[in-house]
Each structure stands twice: as C-alpha cells, then as structure tokens.
C-alpha cells in the first residue's frame, strides 16, 4: 500500500510531463532535431548505392529554398520549374512567420546546439535592431547582383555553407577518422579485441561512414568553406543566432514575407512589470517598447513556457495586421543598391582579357562557362555524390566568382563513363540531367600525350595503360608501332599510345590511371585548349 | 628529403613509436599454396565444356576433373575470384559471367566450405561494377551466408615477398586471396590491347594492391611473377563470351563472341594455353603464358596437355 505522499508525487509527475508536453518548446526541439537527423540521413544518402537513381537525397533542401529561386532565375532570367518546390515554403512562411528558421533549418538547429558547448556565456553585447536590417542588404546585393551577372547566392545561402563545410571538410574528416581507428585496431590489436570492433565497423560502414575515403586535394576552397561554415558558429558566440538575427539572406528574404503573417504574440506588448521575453529571446526581436516584431520572431515558443506570470500565448489571426514600416532608411536602400551594382561592374573589369582556365573541366551537361555559373549555387552536392571523386571545387580556376564551382580533376577522380550522378543531383539544373546515351558522348575535355614522358615514347617501354582503361568502346586511345630509343639506346618497336580525337569524351580516365607518379603522361585539358 | 623518403621516415618512426606493429605479418612461405596439382596421373589436364546451361556447365567441368571436393574440403574458407573489373553488363563481356561465378560458389558451398569470398579489386567504381556485372546479385541470390560478394576493404592489403620474383621483388597482396584453403580463379577470356589476352594470370590484377599500372611494363614476366605468389587449385576460365576486340572494357556488343565454353585445369597455365586458342593465337603469343611457362607454375605445350571434352 503506497503512502498518501507516494501517490501525490506521481500524480505530480504524470502532471509535470502532462505540461512538458504540452510546451510548444518540446514540440519545436522534437521537430528540429528530427529535421536536422532527416538532413544528415539525406546527406549520406546522397551517394552512389548501386542503383542509378537516387531516391531521396539532400538537395530537397535547395529546391525548397526561395533564395536560391530567386537568385538563380535572377541570374539565368528564365523560369526553373525545379526550384519553384520553394513557393511551398513561401507560401507557409507568409502564413506562419518565419517557423522555418526556428523549427526547420538544420543550420539554425545546429547553432542552437551550440549551446551544449557553452555557447551561452558569452552573450555580452546587445547590438541595436538596426544591425537586424543588415540582412535585407545582403539580401538586396545578392539579388541586384544576380541580375547584373555575378553569382552571390552561394556565398551566403545557409545550406550552401552548411553542405559545403560538410562535404568538403567535415564528412572526410569524420571518414578518415573513424576508419583510421578501426584500421589502426584491425591491424594491431589481439583477436579478442577485433572480433567486437569489426562487426562495429562493418556497421558502421553501412549506415553512417561515407563509402569510401574522399579527399578535396585543394585546400584553398576546402579551408575557406570550412571557415566561413566555423564563423558561422563563432557568432553564436557573439550573440545567440547571430547569424539569423543579422546576416543570414534566406532569413532576411523569409522575414519579408513574414511581416504579414497570421500568428501572433498576446500581449502584444511587453509587460510593464515583467520584461523576460525580451531578455531571453534569441532573435532578439522584441523592439524598444517590447512589442514582438514578427519578422524578427522565428517563433521558438521560448518566450511562452518562460513567461512567469503564464500571459504570453500564440494565437491564429483571422485577419491580418498591418506590419509595422519597415523604415529602410535611404542610406540602407542606396548602398544595397549601389553596392548591388558595383560588385558585378568590378567583377566583369577582373574578367576583361581572362581566358577561360585550360584545365577547367566542368562536369558534363554543364554547358557553357557562363550559363553554368548562373545556375551553380555552389551547394557541392555534385562533389558528394561523384562517385570517383572526380569533381572537386575550384578555387580562381573560374575566376574569384566561380569559387567553390565543380571542376573535374582527372588526376584525383575521372569521369565514370556510365554515371549521370551530378546531373541528377544538381538542386538547380546547373548540372544538366543528361540520359545514359547523350552523357556518354558529351565532350567535356580532351586527352593529349605529353611525349617527354610518356613511356613508350620517352623510354621506348611498353605500357598502354590508358588505353586498356579508355571506356570508349571504339577506343579513343589506339596504338600505333613505333620505332623508339630504350634506356640502353637501343631501337626498339613499341605500341605507341595516341588520341583519336573525334572520338575522346575527355572522361579523364586515361590521365586517372596513368602509371607515372606525380603528372600524367597523358591529359585532359578544355576542348578548345588541345589542338 | 624527397617525398618518397619523407613518407619512409614518418612510416619509420610511427612504426617505432607504436608499441606492437601489425600482427598479421604475411610471408610468402606462410600462404603460398602447394605446387600445382598434377592432373589425372602428372598429365597437365583441362576439362572444356560448352551449352548454353552455363551451370550445368561448371557441373561437367568440375566433374572430370574429379568434382569439387577434390578441392574443397570440408571447413575449407574458399576464394572465388572473378574478373568484376569494369562497370559493364554480363552481355558485354568484360566481367566474368554471373551464372558460372554463381555455379562455382553453390559448388563450393555444397562441398562444404565454411565462408565463400568473391571479390575483385574493380578498375572503375567497385560499387557501379559489382552492381552492372551482376556478380554482387548473383552470390547473393543464393541465400547463404557463408558465402558473400564483399567490396575490397584497402586495409586489407599486406606486402608479400616474391622469392622467386624475376622483375618484381615485392608487391602488396589482398589479405583474403592469400589466407584461403582454396583457391579459384575465375577469369573471362578476352583481348587485351597491351598483353593481347587477359585469362588467368591476368586476373591476378584484382588481388594485388599499389600501383597496378606499372605491371603493364613487361606485362608478362611480372604476371608470373605475381602469380608465384597467389596459387589457385583450380582455374575456371569462362569462355561463354569472349570480346576478341577492343578490350579488356569493350562494350560494344559486336566486339563480342558467344562461345558458350568454359574450361577448367588444375594447371594455370594450361588453361591460358588452351583458352588462347579459342582466339586463333597459339599459347606463344601471350608474354604472361610464356613468363609463367618458364617459371614452372604449368604447362603450355598443348601437345603434352591433356584435353577432355564433356
């Protein structure tokens, strides 16, 4: 028989999680932590399983985001019926507010975890709102600029940061690491131990290793994304959602929609005894007379199940409010504008008498250089899934605007012959989707031998390893015998390697498998670049 | 301080620094497999076998030749190693055929061995070529655990002394190709621009690490070389298709010719031997048949080899 107290204390338990549950801020954590674990498990199903298609992969995220929309078809001026899967998102925020960045975005999520790390106690300086207003600009340049020719988007859209730090940087990282451990066990430790650590391994492997070890060589773009994705993270030092409050374009873009939206705070003021919402709440929005701007709001509830006198509530609007003005001073209109301007002007000054870099191989389906760098947001999924490691990020190659653009580097990776991965993932068609039979005779580069080192000509050696590898099934690469020098200066007849050069797609594989050690003996430069 | 003796010393000094080293050490001693089996009586024998039945096939082969528990036996850890080099389908021909890689591990399995392992170190993306060649499917369809298509896991990959290495000294091998009871090698006939054929010796390419690349300079005395090393009881070259154009990738189908033929030898070289007649070419013409020939690993006089026909 429980005693009397016994009985009220589970009551009071039950009764304690009755009200957790129902605090919106469980419900608005429970959903960013599921999205942020649908984000990760889309990341590593953006990869080459076998099949052809790619069910399920993360580029969802792009084709629902209204920046990216925006920009590209500012930029390419035409309608990409993908990316308008954000007027879905569009139309919610308008309804809702701005519950994407509070509830939804991975980046925000992830920025709200800092505080495990103890992001939160540093949080000193308040910034006035007018600093908020910073992210209108941003946004206004980026969009001015992708009419006037320069791509910007991918510089400052979240999930471009987001999924470049983790493609380039931290999914390698986390590969290599976790393997190099398991290996380092594999190798060395007793059969006790490796009996468990394999089967972890292994399972491991399956579900959350990336499949093979991949490496971005260049550690220009690789170190610049991966420190503008860790600054990211250093403003939450600053001021928590920094980022959201002051700089995100995406944010400044869902907050202008937001202004009208049907939910609001009661009371619609602050409290004149109270001032607790104002002070705990991470996007800083409420104003000066402790009103909550509802642009500024991404509605994380905190301000609700923290209110100490139970006041504060949601509610649905039937109709809407007129928003307060949103008071764009004119300097701030100006600069967006002018600077908006400026940077393409001084962008196509630094092109003026540029040829295009020779080895600059874009994937295939890309079409030409310009039309490409219009629609490439710089997201580096067609990095993630490349199966061969073939597409690495350029750093200047395309000029300081095309940064972080996909490159072919057939040195690291070739072109797999019946693989049409990139085009199929490209969130914004940069990457065109090519059927099996076009990509394979869609011609990205062009091989040439370089004869000084060469083997059969150089040495007079056999090899012809490019040639057993060329997946062209007429064989772009053919022999012809030839009289050559050997090392001991003797006349030798060798198979001498040459390019039929209707025939090379400029796949890579050739220069891929080259035995030599460092530069290829054989490579691929741009069509135009090999005579 | 060039890289290659930058790279020595760092591996040097971590391998002082760390307190035990590896502990699988391979020498060759330790898993070369014993010399190769002479046939019926010390004739080099091969059994050859054609019909459209690829399974049945394997059946006939393995029959005269004594079955495969002569090979296997019971508890016996089995290697079936295929050509899986090239992200091509089955009718293209680049990769062994399915069927009879399918035919071999159910023998293997029925012989009683307790882990059947296919593998091939693949020229293009391991999972595009396991996926197209239609091996991978094929282990699997068979629903036994103890058998499995497994991708080459890299750390795997120990260095092996060639002792009787005539151009190559010392060269990494796969682990699991090394430590067997029983090896089968699995080849698909077809051409090849540098040595003319790929067949058996040639498949030895899939269980070796480095830089392969560099084999293809006097392709054939280091692929006997290579092939002191891996020793297969038997060879089952698949001649069901054979691409005598354009390969070792091919995969234009008119480069391609079905001879519903396999032919199986406990000899390794009496099987390249005969399986280059196949391609109007005499055992001569390959450099490997010839290297391997004057190394002692078989026979490739086809008068002194004996051929049954099932």
């Known amino acids: 028989m429980p005693r009397f107290s016994q009985i009220r204390c589970r009551v009071s338990r039950v009764r304690a999680a009755a009200t957790w549950l129902a605090r919106g801020r469980f419900w608005r954590r429970m959903t960013q932590i599921a999205c942020l674990l649908l984000f990760l498990w889309l990341f590593r199903k953006t990869e080459y399983t076998g099949v052809t298609e790619i069910p399920g992969a993360a580029n969802i995220l792009f084709r629902i985001d209204p920046l990216v929309a925006v920009s590209v078809m500012a930029e390419a001026k035409q309608l990409i019926p993908m990316v308008l899967w954000s007027l879905l998102l569009v139309a919610l925020t308008v309804v809702l507010g701005r519950f994407f960045c509070g509830w939804v975005c991975p980046l925000g999520t992830l920025l709200d975890g800092t505080r495990w790390f103890g992001a939160g106690h540093f949080h000193a300086r308040r910034f006035t709102h007018r600093w908020q207003r910073a992210k209108y600009f941003l946004l206004g340049v980026i969009i001015i600029s992708a009419v006037f020719g320069l791509p910007l988007a991918g510089w400052f859209d979240p999930f471009a940061i987001l999924m470049r730090g983790l493609t380039y940087a931290v999914d390698p990282l986390w590969g290599h690491g976790v393997t190099a451990g398991f290996a380092w066990l594999y190798q060395r430790a007793p059969p006790a131990i490796t009996n468990v650590s394999e089967p972890i391994y292994a399972f491991l492997k399956k579900t959350v290793l990336p499949f093979q070890d991949v490496t971005f060589r260049f550690t220009g773009p690789v170190v610049v994304a991966l420190a503008i994705l860790l600054a990211v993270f250093a403003l939450e030092f600053v001021q928590r959602r920094f980022w959201c409050r002051y700089v995100c374009p995406l944010g400044g873009l869902l907050a202008l929609l937001s202004r009208r939206s049907l939910v609001r705070r009661l009371p619609v003021k602050g409290c004149k005894d109270c001032g607790v919402c104002g002070e705990i709440c991470r996007m800083d929005a409420f104003d000066v007379e402790g009103r909550l701007v509802p642009e500024a709001c991404n509605l994380c509830m905190d301000c609700i199940d923290k209110c100490p006198h139970d006041r504060a509530k949601f509610i649905v609007r039937k109709t809407r409010t007129e928003p307060a003005p949103l008071d764009p001073s004119r300097r701030l209109f100006i600069g967006t504008v002018a600077t908006g301007l400026a940077l393409p002007a001084v962008a196509w000054a630094l092109r003026i008498n540029r040829h295009v870099h020779p080895r600059l191989i874009r994937p295939p389906g890309a079409g030409t250089e310009s039309e490409f760098l219009d629609r490439c947001v710089r997201c580096g999924e067609c990095m993630k899934v490349c199966p061969t490691n073939a597409l690495q990020p350029a750093l200047f190659e395309a000029g300081t605007e095309g940064m972080f653009s996909p490159r072919v580097v057939p040195r690291i990776g070739y072109c797999e012959y019946n693989c049409t991965l990139c085009g199929e993932i490209c969130p914004t068609g940069a990457i065109s989707r090519l059927p099996f039979a076009k990509k394979q005779w869609t011609v990205i580069g062009k091989a040439a031998f370089d004869k000084s080192r060469c083997l059969p000509y150089a040495k007079g050696k056999d090899c012809g390893v490019c040639e057993e590898h060329c997946p062209i099934p007429e064989k772009a690469i053919r022999f012809r015998e030839a009289e050559a020098q050997n090392e001991q200066g003797e006349k030798v007849v060798v198979k001498q390697p040459y390019v039929e050069r209707d025939l090379c797609i400029g796949c890579g594989t050739c220069e891929n498998k080259c035995p030599l050690e460092g530069q290829a003996a054989v490579r691929v430069s741009r069509p135009e670049a090999v005579v | ?310």
């Not at chain 2, 079905?258 to 005499?282: E, G, H, M, Q």
């Open chain 2, 1 to 310: 301080m060039d890289r290659r003796e930058f790279l020595k010393r760092v591996a040097a000094w971590s391998a002082g620094m760390t307190v035990v080293g590896p502990l699988f050490r391979v020498t060759q001693t330790a898993f070369a497999a014993a010399p190769p089996t002479s046939g019926i009586g010390s004739v080099p024998t091969l059994a050859l076998a054609s019909g459209a039945d690829y399974e049945k096939l394997v059946t006939k082969v393995l029959g005269a030749l004594g079955g495969m528990k002569k090979f296997v036996k019971a508890g016996a850890k089995v290697v079936v190693k295929p050509n899986i080099g090239w992200d091509r389908n089955p009718a293209q021909g680049a990769n062994t055929h399915p069927q009879v890689v399918k035919a071999l591990v159910k023998q293997a399995l029925d012989a009683g061995a307790s882990k059947v392992m296919v593998f091939d170190r693949t020229c293009n993306d391991s999972r595009r070529c396991y996926a197209n060649s239609g091996i991978a499917e094929a282990v699997e369809s068979i629903g036994d655990r103890r058998a499995a298509c497994e991708f080459i896991d890299n750390r795997k990959f120990v260095p092996v002394k060639i002792e009787k290495g005539v151009l190559v000294a010392e060269w990494e091998f796969y682990k699991d190709a090394l430590d067997v009871d029983c090896y089968i090698n699995v080849p698909v006939a077809k051409h090849h621009g540098t040595s003319r054929l790929t067949l058996g010796m040639k498949n030895v390419m899939g269980v070796i690490g480095g830089n392969r690349g560099t084999i293809h300079q006097s392709i054939g005395q280091r692929l006997a070389d290579l092939n002191t090393v891996i020793r297969p009881k038997l060879t089952v070259i698949d001649a069901t298709r054979i691409m005598f154009r354009n390969g070792p990738a091919g995969g234009n189908l008119s480069d391609v010719k079905i001879l519903d033929t396999i032919i199986a030898s406990t000899d390794p070289v009496a099987s390249d031997a005969y399986a280059t007649t196949l391609f109007n070419l005499k055992p001569d013409d390959i450099s490997s048949t010839r290297a391997a020939y004057q190394a002692g690993l078989g026979e490739m006089d086809l008068s002194k080899i004996r051929a049954l026909r099932v």
